[in-house]
């Protein structure tokens, strides 16, 4: 939910942001619908199998900056709040409009960056959420998935070193991202995934 992720000095600025845009409010509630997982599909898990960590860091470089950004609009807004005491008696109506106008377009500003935030937390725990499932697969499927996303080797390479006819080869890659789209999508938490690592891992060893 985005506005529980918002400090409470900027919850009433939102809910104003929300009564005069109709847009914005029903982006918010779309949000609320969809839930906090982003949807995947074949395409993107082996976009995340690809780009894991690059993309966790540019992520986190991202939020550093958005930080920083929410941090001086922020005080924008705190100097500009003392400026409205300044002039709260003042005859000068066009200064008013101009200063009202100018934190009307900072409150948006804050609104936006605090929902690049709130996707980009989304996207974080969606990648997390792929890579557990990944990690948690039968040791066959994973050496396929890895070597050809992960390690970036080419097809026929990958289908060579598994030793395995092209059928089977590709019957395990497959199935292994289909797997991985079906634990994303079900009810286990992260935690019951990797349990199934480990049960994968003690009947791999039990051989």
């Keep these: 939910m985005i506005l529980s992720k918002i400090s409470r000095r900027y919850q ?7 009564a005069t845009n ?3 409010w029903n982006a918010y509630l779309n949000e609320e619908v969809e839930g906090t997982l982003c949807p995947v599909d074949t395409k993107i898990v082996k976009k995340v199998l690809q780009t894991y960590k690059k993309r966790l860091l540019q992520i986190h470089e991202r939020m550093l900056e958005l ?3 929410v ?6 807004m705190m100097s500009m709040e003392d400026s409205f005491k300044i002039h709260e008696n003042t005859e000068e109506k066009e200064l008013r409009g101009l200063l009202l106008r100018h934190k009307n377009f900072v409150e948006m500003q804050i609104f936006e960056v605090y929902l690049e935030m709130h996707k980009l937390n989304e996207e974080e725990e969606s990648i997390h959420r792929i890579w557990r499932c990944f990690q948690a697969l039968e040791e066959k499927e994973k050496n396929v998935l890895r070597q050809i996303y992960v390690e970036g080797n080419s097809y026929k390479e990958a289908e060579i070193a598994s030793k395995v006819s092209h059928k089977t080869f590709e019957t395990m890659r497959a199935n292994g991202v289909r797997r991985i789209i079906e634990w994303y999508q079900s009810d286990l938490s992260n935690e019951e995934i990797i349990c199934k690592k ?3 891992q003690s009947e791999t060893q039990g051989e």
């Excluded at 941090?71 to 924008?76: D, G, I, K, P």
């Design 12 to 18: 009433h600025i939102l809910y104003y942001i929300f």
């Design 22 to 24: 109709s847009r914005l």
């Design 67 to 69: 930080y920083e950004e």
């Design 71 to 76: 941090q001086n609009l922020e005080s924008c």
């Design 198 to 200: 480990m049960q994968n």
